[in-house]
């Protein structure tokens, strides 16, 4: 007997989470497009602590969620990356369930 179980059920539903009707746009990652979720509300709720000002610069950050599939090389902590045309370091790369969580930071003025 073929049992499903609810890790099947969560790979299944990325086809819903990273459909270009539903919730992922086309973002351009190092060159490739690939359908992305990003996020730069959910640090802000997350810690006050992740936007540090000195002297008119802050220190912004970006989440970004894609499936692990979509990517060669998993991101690593201080790997330039470049989204929609603006340079990035990882600051922070996590996978769950096919997913990469990919924290990225830059210095803003």
Request: proline residues 0%; charged residues 45%; negative net charge.
């Given at each position: 007997m073929f049992m499903v179980t609810f890790k099947d059920f969560i790979?299944?539903?990325l086809v819903t989470f990273f459909n270009l009707n539903?919730?992922?746009e086309l973002h351009n990652i190092d060159g490739r497009e690939v359908p992305a979720i990003v996020d730069s509300d959910?640090?802000?709720i997350r810690s006050d602590n992740r936007y540090e000002?000195?002297?008119g610069v802050y220190k912004g950050e970006v989440t970004v969620y894609v499936r692990a599939s979509d990517f060669v090389n998993r991101p690593v902590f201080g790997q330039h990356l470049r989204l929609d045309g603006k340079l990035y370091l990882v600051v922070e790369c996590n996978e769950v369930s096919g997913v990469l969580e990919i924290v990225l930071g830059a210095?803003?003025?």
């Open positions: 790979t299944r539903d539903e919730f992922a959910i640090l802000k000002r000195f002297d210095n803003e003025s």
